[in-house]
DNA sequence: GAACGGTTGACAACTTGTTGTCAATAACGG
DNA sequence: CCGTTATTGACAACAAGTTGTCAACCGTTC
C-alpha cells in the first residue's frame, strides 16, 4: 500500500504545482496585459513559426477546438493576432500573431527566459529532463480512454 | 538558452499531465457518480480523519475558500456529506463524509489503490519521490506572489 | 459591554476549459 | 455532377475554479 500513497502524493504534487504555475504566470504575464492561456496561445503560434488554423492550433495545444477558438476569438479582437484567408479552406482562416502580439509575446518570453534560466540553475542538469519523462510516462499511462465512439477527437 | 527551453518543457509537461491525469480521474470516479473534484474533496477529507469546517478544507486542498465552499454545498446536496453544528463557530459547521460518502469513496479508493500498484511498479523505487520533491520546489520557486495586500490569503 | 478587526457563508461576475449541437463548407466517391 | 461524409465556426450549457463584495458572526480590547 506504501507504492499506491507515492503515487497518490506525485498527483497530488502535479495538480499542486499546476495551480501554482498557472496562478505564478497570470501574475508574470500580466504585465503584457497576458493570462498564463492567452501566453501559451501566442507561444503554441510563435513556436509553430508559420500561421495556423484554429484545429491545428487546439491539436498543437492539446486542447478542444472550441477551446482554442475561444481564446483566439478573443486574442483576434483584442488585435492580438491577424486572420489570414486561407486559400486552402475558405470558412477556416489562418492565425497569425500581429505586431503587437508579436510584441506582447517578445516581451514576456524575453523576461521568461531570463528567469527560467535563474530557475533551471537551482536543479541538476538531468534532472528536468527525467522529470518530464516521468511525466510523459505517467500522462500516456492515463489515457483519455474515450476508445471509440467519440465526438470530435481529442 | 537551452535550459530556458529546458524549464519551458518542463512546465508544459505538467500542464500536459494534469489535464490527462484530471480527465481520466474524471472517468475512473464516473463509476461512483463522482468527478476529480469532487473525489479530491472527499480524499481531503478521508485523509484529515475527522470533520473540517469549509476553511480548513479550502487549505487543505490549496484552493480558495469560495471555490471549496461551492463543492461542499453540492456534495452536501448530494448527500455525500453531514454537516455538524460546530461548536467552536455558529456560522461554519464542520462536513463530515455520510455513509453515502463513505461508501463512495471507499469504492473509489479501492479500486484507485489497485491501480495505483499496478502504475507505481512501472517506476524506479526513488523516481517518484525525487519527483515530487522537484515538482514541489518548483512550485515554491513560483510562489504566488501577492506579497501584501491580498484578500483572503491561499 | 460596545467597538473593533478578522472569519465565514452566500452571492455574483468572470476565466478557462469541457461537451454537444447546428449549419455551412470542404472533400471525396460514384 | 451529385450525394455522402468529415471539417469547421458559432453557439449554448455546463464544470471548476478565481476574485470581489456583503452581511453576519467571532474574539479581543478598551
Known amino acids: 500500500m506504501e507504492q499506491a500513497k507515492l503515487l497518490s502524493d ?3 504534487a502535479i495538480f ?4 501554482r504555475l498557472i496562478a505564478w504566470g497570470d501574475h508574470f504575464a500580466a504585465a503584457q496585459a497576458l493570462t498564463s492561456a492567452r501566453w501559451q496561445m501566442l507561444g ?3 513556436l509553430a513559426g508559420e500561421p495556423l488554423t484554429a484545429p491545428q492550433i487546439a491539436d498543437s495545444m492539446g486542447v478542444s477546438r472550441q477551446g482554442a477558438q475561444k481564446q ?9 493576432l491577424t486572420r489570414t484567408p486561407n486559400p486552402a479552406h475558405q470558412r477556416s482562416p489562418l492565425y497569425w500573431l500581429s505586431a503587437a502580439g508579436q510584441q506582447c509575446f517578445n516581451e ?3 523576461r521568461w527566459r531570463q528567469h ?8 541538476a542538469p538531468g534532472e528536468l529532463e527525467s522529470v518530464q519523462r516521468l511525466l ?18 481529442r
Not at 499542486?16 to 495551480?19: D, F, K, Q, S, T
Not at 527560467?116 to 536543479?123: E, P, T
Open 72 to 80: 483566439l476569438n478573443l486574442l483576434f479582437a483584442d488585435g492580438l
Open 16 to 19: 499542486r504545482a499546476n495551480g
Open 44 to 46: 503554441a503560434l510563435a
Open 10 to 12: 506525485t498527483v497530488l
Open 108 to 110: 514576456v518570453d524575453s
Open 136 to 153: 510523459d510516462k505517467l500522462a500516456s499511462l492515463h489515457p483519455p480512454e474515450d476508445a471509440k465512439g467519440e465526438n470530435d477527437a
Open 116 to 123: 527560467a534560466l535563474k530557475v533551471a540553475a537551482s536543479f
